[in-house]
């Protein structure tokens, strides 16, 4: 199913001052409007087809399908995949934007995203989820509209993004910059820069087990050692797909996360929201170690926290579906629960 676009004919005026004249948002809906809606926020590289990227919790045959849910996912500012990004003809131009599409935030993605869900006429999201970037995605949504989520679904996520990650993120960014193309504006500029970006971020994804057991050579070698190949291919996979000018962009937004800035502090911003929600930390993350998520569970109201344990780090968000279908099963039932107590209470 290819991606339906939404333009945002009233242009979208950027929190570090930039402004998108007309920008447009690539979508995926699946399933009837009239069913429960659950939004899905992805994370750096993914896009809006979450039949593709989470298959397992999402699809036909998942805990989350189309018989059941109204599910909508929609690709964040700056990326390739559709939406308005760096690749994209820049208007009056007659050329992309390239080092000139504007630094954009997580705020701005969520802007993005509230501007199509008033498109599309959804009044209530059943279930919001994210993982990653689009957790922090989740969470924003979560305290500029309370009263729209009736169910946050948080995962290997943070209420600011640490100086741990954003350093990774910085490592990354350098990366691309020492390409002797980067500063070239065509589309495949910093093309080599970013496949050993792609490189460092794997190392923060993943988790000294992860490597120990996938990729250790079973003798004793002098070179073609696997963790090598292994990093090698990691980077070219994602040049087959991607373009170092969106990586770089949406890098620098999430390194903006932070719940408090011009607000007050992040504890008192976390107990604003309304939304019975789920905290999951992955027990080998080392990008969102699950103290950040404890963290969140502790100053929002009423949150409940769960632990995956996993030899994946903080890709397990990405791999253990069954796991995290079996935690957001339980949520949404003990919702229901809870919500039956109350009503046979005030019956009685």
């Known amino acids: 199913m290819s991606a339906k676009q939404f333009e ?33 926020c992805h994370a750096l590289t993914a896009n809006s087809d979450v039949f593709d990227w989470w298959a397992g919790l999402f699809g036909p045959d998942a805990p989350f399908n189309p018989d059941d849910h109204y599910i909508v996912c929609a690709n964040v500012l700056g990326s390739c995949y559709g939406t308005t990004g760096p690749l994209t003809e820049s208007p009056g131009t007659g050329g992309y934007y390239f ?39 989740a969470l924003e949504w979560a305290i500029l509209q309370p009263k729209l989520i ?10 600011r993004h640490s100086a741990w990650g954003i350093a990774f993120n910085e490592s990354q960014r ?17 093309d080599a820069g970013m496949r050993a970006a792609r490189a460092i971020a794997l190392l923060s994804y993943r988790h000294y087990g992860t490597y120990a057991e996938a990729q250790t050579d079973p003798e004793p070698v002098l070179d073609n050692y696997k963790a090598v190949s292994y990093q090698q291919y ?10 170092a000018f969106s990586y770089y962009r949406l890098s620098q937004a999430m390194d903006t996360h932070h719940v408090g800035r011009g607000r007050d502090t992040v504890e008192a911003v976390l107990g604003r929201i309304e939304a019975r929600t789920l905290v999951v930390g992955i027990s080998t993350d080392v990008l969102f170690p699950v103290p950040e998520q404890q963290y969140l569970a502790r100053h929002i109201p009423g949150a409940e926290f769960r632990e995956i344990h996993s030899i ?11 796991k995290l279908g079996d935690l957001l099963d339980d949520f949404l039932r003990g919702s229901q629960l809870q919500s039956s107590a109350l009503k046979s209470l005030f019956a009685a």
Not at 15 to 28: C, I, N, R, T, W
Not at 113 to 121: S, T, Y
Not at 179 to 187: A, E, G, H, I, Q
């Open 8 to 40: 945002i004919t009233a242009g979208l005026r950027l929190e570090k001052g930039g402004f998108l004249k007309s920008p447009v948002v690539a979508y995926h809906t699946y399933g009837d409007p009239s069913n429960p809606v659950v939004w899905v």
């Open 99 to 137: 080092h000139d599409f504007p630094e954009i935030t997580i705020r701005d993605m969520v802007a993005a995203h509230e501007a199509l869900r008033q498109h599309l006429n959804i009044e209530k999201i059943h279930l919001l989820v994210g993982g990653s970037l689009g957790g922090q995605q």
């Open 150 to 159: 009736d169910h946050l679904a948080l995962i290997a996520t943070n209420a």
């Open 174 to 190: 350098m990366a691309i910059e020492a390409d002797s193309t980067w500063y070239r504006r065509y589309p495949e500029a910093g």
């Open 234 to 243: 990691q980077g070219e996979k994602l040049s087959r797909r991607f373009n």
């Open 312 to 322: 994946y780090g903080h890709d397990g968000f990405l791999v253990e579906t069954d």
